[in-house]
């Protein structure tokens, strides 16, 4: 079975520019979400997409957004990079096993660098 | 408030030595706690999974517990190695309607030779 995958893994943009990383989820998982991650800082939840409608969205300003794609690959758009951006963005795919847990297997991850 | 925290913020042991790293939560209604590994740059990876009647969980040199009463757990490794060296995550998930999921702060270990 195939894990998750990201694309890029690795990304430099300069400042005012717009970056969109894509994610494959596990076959047959329907839920994505997306964190970020900077140095020394735990994950931070941006939002979650499910049958591609947002179901959770974290607290992040209006330049991050995503989307899911009816064979559940989700892509995120962040508009207007700032340094402040530079990160490790994670995409973690989630099934259900039914109400008793759910499973979530993250990518590799795409490391973003604003200049 | 639904709220994972996790000690020490970080540790350092020498390799062949033990430790113990602390979660405690207070999450509810609780689903599960799952403890990860992330190496530096790469994506977390599963350690574990409980669900609130599993007390114990191990996974080769890696042992998870969990005390629902308490609202506790704790992951224990035996024999460190150079290769344990990384951020340990604490998750809660619950579950009300559909599942939530909440991320401890993280702990860094650093195994040295």
């Known amino acids: 079975k195939a894990g998750v995958t990201q694309t890029p893994r690795y990304l430099i943009k300069t400042r005012g520019q717009q970056v969109t990383l894509s994610c494959s989820p596990i076959s047959g998982h329907r839920s994505v979400s997306w964190y970020q991650q900077t140095p020394g800082q735990g994950l931070q939840f941006l939002f979650e997409?499910?049958?591609?409608?947002?179901?959770n969205k974290g607290n992040f300003p209006g330049r991050f957004s995503g989307r899911q794609f009816s064979n559940s690959r989700s892509e995120m758009n962040v508009s207007t990079l700032e340094l402040g951006d530079s990160a490790l963005y994670l995409c973690a795919s989630s099934g259900v096993r039914g109400l008793t847990y759910n499973e979530q297997f993250f990518g590799p991850g795409t490391r973003l660098t604003v200049l | 408030k639904n709220q994972v925290e996790q000690s020490p913020q970080s540790l350092i042991i020498l390799e062949g030595k033990n430790c113990t790293l602390q979660c405690n939560y207070t999450v509810s209604p609780f689903s599960n706690l799952r403890w990860y590994k992330q190496d530096t740059g790469r994506g977390p990876v599963s350690l574990t999974i409980m669900t609130f009647s599993e007390n114990t969980k191990s996974n080769g040199r890696y042992t998870a517990t969990l005390d629902a009463d308490t609202k506790q757990s704790s992951l224990h490794i035996t024999a460190s190695q150079l290769s344990d060296s990384a951020s340990y995550i604490c998750?809660?998930?619950?579950?009300?309607?559909?599942?939530?999921?909440?991320f401890g702060a993280g702990t860094r270990l650093f195994v040295k030779a």
């Open positions: 997409y499910f049958s591609e409608t947002q179901r």
């Open positions: 998750v809660v998930s619950l579950y009300t309607g559909g599942f939530k999921t909440i």
